[in-house]
């Protein structure tokens, strides 16, 4: 791994990123008897599903990072994932539930060739940390990565850097007429129609092998089912893509994105809390959602607002995003770190495409002593 290969780069990957952290995966349902609640021993241990090590990508497709944080437990301060050590995204205060294992998903657009390290980092509330790398390659058009001579301390004889080839591209015929896609996948959007017999590049094959992304005369580029076409050679060799981002699902997903204390806290003095939240899906949200605004103690996840009085979220068409007030006035735990949760739907009264997603926190805080006490 090239350490240069990113310093001069990182700035491109400021996209767009999709992160869940799938909540209550390692929770268990028990009959009878009250169950003992989990052991966390020791540190947590990463695994990274996807991507694999040392796979091919072509620039401008998207990487899905998936990984598992087992042995999570409920101290589990964070979890960040990093491209070259620069933050792609992370995940505070993430185990809620006291789950034993955490999923996480995050989408990475990629744009620049060259050779990357992702890394999974989870820490501790005592500070430890775990961590699990892997080393990907993002070829440019032409199927070569960048040579990073000049990146580096050279020696008196110039050496280029390695370069990396991308994977086979196969000529296919298609064997009927078929409709092609933006994406791999029957809910992706149309993009027009092939004939049969018609001539085609395959430059990528889904993880599944059921798609083939294509380029047609001479240009375009789409995806279509791989049994409407014949390839002329063996695709074993061709790249693997994911694809971009699939489209907005059919129904309601809202999304709190941010939540923002807008002056210090000071216990007994009232403070505005806002809460930016969007709906995400495809349908209108319609306004029968609650939103709540609670505060959390930081050392024990406890709650410290009895009954937090609901907001009523206006109606929200596909993607539009709303922005409510929530006055806050705290009164106990002066000196002690907290948090402020905003979950929207909280009740589950609206059914969700994703009911992972209805919760953010503010950043951490000292309740400020003021006239308390």
Same mark, same amino acid.
């Given at each position: 791994?090239?350490?240069?290969?990113?310093?001069?780069?990182?700035?491109?990957?400021?996209?767009?990123?999709?992160?869940?952290?799938?909540?209550?995966?390692?929770?268990?349902?028990?009959?009878?008897?009250?169950?003992?609640?989990?052991?966390?021993?020791?540190?947590?241990?990463?695994?990274?599903?996807?991507?694999?090590?040392?796979?091919?990508?072509?620039?401008?497709?998207?990487?899905?990072?998936?990984?598992?944080?087992?042995?999570?437990?409920?101290?589990?301060?964070?979890?960040?994932?990093?491209?070259?050590?620069?933050?792609?995204?992370?995940?505070?205060?993430?185990?809620?539930?006291?789950?034993?294992?955490?999923?996480?998903?995050?989408?990475?657009?990629?744009?620049?060739?060259?050779?990357?390290?992702?890394?999974?980092?989870?820490?501790?509330?005592?500070?430890?940390?775990?961590?699990?790398?892997?080393?990907?390659?993002?070829?440019?058009?032409?199927?070569?990565?960048?040579?990073?001579?000049?990146?580096?301390?050279?020696?008196?004889?110039?050496?280029?850097?390695?370069?990396?080839?991308?994977?086979?591209?196969?000529?296919?015929?298609?064997?009927?007429?078929?409709?092609?896609?933006?994406?791999?996948?029957?809910?992706?959007?149309?993009?027009?129609?092939?004939?049969?017999? /018609?001539?085609?590049?395959?430059?990528?094959?889904?993880?599944?092998?059921?798609?083939?992304?294509?380029?047609?005369?001479?240009?375009?580029?789409?995806?279509?089912?791989?049994?409407?076409?014949?390839?002329?050679?063996?695709?074993?060799?061709?790249?693997?893509?994911?694809?971009?981002?699939?489209?907005?699902?059919?129904?309601?997903?809202?999304?709190?994105?941010?939540?923002?204390?807008?002056?210090?806290?000071?216990?007994?003095?009232?403070?505005?809390?806002?809460?930016?939240?969007?709906?995400?899906?495809?349908?209108?949200?319609?306004?029968?959602?609650?939103?709540?605004?609670?505060?959390?103690?930081?050392?024990?996840?406890?709650?410290?607002?009895?009954?937090?009085?609901?907001?009523?979220?206006?109606?929200?068409?596909?993607?539009?995003?709303?922005?409510?007030?929530?006055?806050?006035?705290?009164?106990? /735990?002066?000196?002690?770190?907290?948090?402020?949760?905003?979950?929207?739907?909280?009740?589950? /009264?609206?059914?969700?495409?994703?009911?992972?997603?209805?919760?953010?926190?503010?950043?951490?805080?000292?309740?400020?002593?003021?006239?308390?006490?």
């Amino acid at each position: 791994m090239q350490s240069g290969v990113t310093s001069r780069r990182i700035n491109a990957f400021r996209l767009p990123l999709f992160w869940v952290v799938f909540f209550c995966a390692g929770c268990n349902l028990g009959i009878g008897g009250e169950a003992a609640p989990p052991s966390f021993e020791g540190p947590p241990v990463i695994k990274i599903a996807a991507p694999s090590p040392d796979e091919t990508f072509l620039a401008g497709a998207t990487v899905i990072v998936q990984a598992r944080v087992e042995n999570a437990g409920p101290d589990l301060a964070r979890i960040s994932v990093l491209l070259d050590d620069a933050l792609l995204g992370e995940k505070l205060n993430p185990n809620e539930s006291n789950a034993t294992v955490l999923p996480l998903t995050i989408d990475w657009p990629t744009s620049n060739a060259g050779e990357f390290k992702i890394s999974v980092l989870a820490e501790r509330g005592d500070g430890s940390i775990a961590r699990e790398d892997v080393r990907i390659f993002v070829v440019s058009e032409d199927g070569m990565a960048p040579a990073e001579a000049g990146e580096r301390d050279q020696p008196d004889e110039m050496e280029s850097a390695p370069e990396v080839a991308a994977g086979s591209r196969v000529a296919g015929t298609m064997l009927q007429p078929a409709r092609i896609r933006l994406g791999p996948g029957a809910t992706y959007d149309l993009v027009g129609n092939l004939d049969e017999n /018609h001539e085609v590049l395959i430059v990528a094959v889904s993880p599944s092998r059921e798609w083939y992304r294509i380029s047609y005369d001479g240009q375009a580029d789409a995806w279509v089912y791989a049994e409407f076409v014949r390839p002329a050679d063996d695709i074993s060799g061709v790249t693997v893509e994911t694809g971009p981002p699939l489209p907005a699902a059919a129904g309601v997903n809202l999304v709190v994105l941010d939540v923002e204390i807008m002056s210090p806290l000071v216990c007994g003095q009232e403070s505005i809390v806002k809460a930016r939240i969007r709906n995400a899906g495809a349908d209108e949200a319609q306004s029968v959602a609650w939103v709540i605004a609670d505060a959390v103690l930081m050392s024990d996840g406890s709650s410290l607002i009895e009954n937090p009085p609901p907001a009523y979220l206006k109606t929200l068409e596909a993607n539009e995003e709303d922005i409510i007030e929530f006055p806050m006035t705290l009164t106990t /735990h002066f000196d002690e770190e907290q948090l402020i949760r905003v979950i929207v739907d909280s009740g589950n /009264h609206l059914p969700e495409t994703d009911e992972t997603d209805n919760s953010r926190n503010s950043a951490s805080f000292i309740l400020q002593k003021g006239d308390c006490g």
